[in-house]
């Protein structure tokens, strides 16, 4: 079993639909989540990071993390077709630990 | 504040050859990642590097694959004698230090190189 399982997709849904991305986990020692959008052939960008249980907002963009579940999600509201590209979620115990990703969901809006 | 930096962004070697990536990390953050993507899949942890010490390489191969990132300039993955399986993004990332001295967890990732060995 990975660490860190995520649904490649493609998920295709149509521009200004609630988009709801997920992984899970099984190493109970993750305390830091992350978020990551890769467009096609460019480098992963960083959307939102949060630490232990809870939501973060920012913008569009909404951020849970539910450790009893060892289950984490990401919504997108209102879709843009700019949304389209791969979603990596990211998790690490901290200190010095390594960060350990999922393989990433891909994700296309439709105009 | 200029990101992550790497060069070459495309590289081409020949099997046998020798392939040096380099990677200068954001101004201000100490540590440094090395990872491999192959299409269509996720990003594969290599190596963990502060300056002047490798923190944890447990995701690099045991043979032919370096990395360092010295005191002064970027970090430099090298692979020796390159076979057709090396050709892959390369993508590097860097970290700063978070406010408690607690480690590190947020990672900002360059362009990624471009290996592609014929």
């Known amino acids: 079993q990975k660490e860190v399982e995520q649904d490649p997709g493609p998920l295709s849904v149509p521009e200004g639909a609630i988009v709801s991305l997920n992984c899970t986990y099984s190493n109970s020692a993750f305390q830091y989540f992350m978020w990551y959008r890769q467009y096609s052939r460019k480098g992963p960008e960083l959307l939102m990071y949060?630490?232990?249980?809870g939501n973060k907002e920012d913008g569009r963009f909404t951020a849970q993390v539910d450790k009893s579940s060892k289950y984490i999600s990401l919504f997108i509201r209102d879709s843009q077709p700019s949304d389209s590209a791969t979603y990596l979620c990211?998790?690490?115990?901290?200190?010095?630990?390594?960060?350990?990703f999922g393989t990433g969901t891909k994700l296309q809006v439709i105009p | 504040n200029a990101g992550v930096m790497q060069n070459p962004r495309h590289l081409v070697r020949r099997r046998g050859q020798e392939a040096r990536l380099r990677c200068s990390p954001m101004k201000g953050h100490s540590h440094v990642y090395w990872y491999r993507q192959l299409p269509e899949e996720g990003l594969k942890f290599m190596v963990y590097l502060q300056k002047e010490n490798i923190i944890d390489e447990s995701g690099m191969p045991k043979e032919r694959f370096s990395a360092e990132f010295p005191k002064e300039g970027p970090s430099i993955l090298r692979i020796q004698q390159v076979v057709r399986g090396d050709s892959a993004a390369y993508f590097c990332?860097?970290?700063?230090?978070?406010?408690?001295?607690?480690?590190?967890?947020?990672?900002?990732f360059g362009p990624g190189t471009r290996l592609t060995v014929t």
């Open positions: 949060t630490y232990s249980s």
């Open positions: 990211a998790m690490t115990s901290g200190g010095y630990q390594k960060v350990t």
């Open positions: 990332a860097s970290s700063p230090l978070d406010p408690y001295g607690q480690g590190v967890y947020e990672q900002y």
